[in-house]
């Protein structure tokens, strides 16, 4: 019998029950981590704005972007691509 290969969980999605930060009225959408880097989709309840917030937990970097509705989910996945854009 074969060893079983470790399972990582690399993104969770929350349907129905986000966390909800409740004095930010910030909720937690999707997150995922990987090598340090943590990224997660946020949604704010009293704007209807969405974000990605980066975090290197290694070497404390971090930065945020602004996600439009229509390519959150694209801006989640590929945020170093969206920031690049946004630097040039």
Partial sequence: MGVAAPQTVVTRILAGSALVDAG??????????NGGISVTLFWYRETDRLTVEVRDRCTGEAFD???????????????????????A
Avoid: G
Avoid at 24 to 33: G, I
Avoid at 69 to 87: C, E, G, I, R, S
């Fill in 24 to 33: 930010r009225m910030k909720a937690e959408l999707a997150q995922r981590e």
């Fill in 65 to 87: 972007l602004e996600a439009p509705a229509a390519t959150a989910m694209d801006v989640f996945k590929h945020p170093y691509a969206y920031a690049a854009q946004l630097a």
